[in-house]
């Protein structure tokens, strides 16, 4: 069974940065179909923030954090990480790591990121 854990959340104030880290077991990232992360801000539903897909390794971003966030993946490492710029209070959220594998998704438990103002 494939695990994925995150870790890196915090609170910070608004404009700083913050990498957030999802370790994978079993060479996942080396194998997903797709990969990323995922957040659920407080009464809202989960939006995909991040997707890096496997074959190419190009990245896709919301819209609300282009330019602002960057992921990447060391597959030697096991390991994807989410760099985040300039963060704002609406960034605060619940953030996931997420890997599908042909049929199979995996998720992480997540880290809450809290930005203020």
């Known amino acids: 069974q494939v695990q994925l854990a995150e870790s890196g959340g915090g609170l910070m104030q608004a404009g700083g940065s913050l990498t957030l880290t999802c370790v994978g077991s079993?060479?996942?990232?080396?194998?997903?179909?797709?990969m990323g992360w995922y957040r659920r801000a407080p009464g809202s539903q989960r939006e995909l923030v991040a997707l890096?897909?496997?074959?190419?390794?190009?990245?896709n971003y919301a819209d609300s954090v282009k330019g602002r966030f960057t992921v990447s993946r060391d597959n030697s490492k096991n390991t994807m990480y989410l760099q985040m710029n300039s963060l704002t209070p609406e960034d605060t959220a619940d953030y996931f790591c997420?890997?599908?594998?042909?049929?199979?998704?995996?998720w992480g438990q997540g880290t809450q990121v809290t930005v203020s103002s």
């Open positions: 079993g060479n996942i990232f080396s194998s997903a179909n797709f």
């Open positions: 890096i897909f496997g074959g190419s390794g190009s990245a």
């Open positions: 997420y890997a599908r594998q042909s049929a199979s998704e995996y």
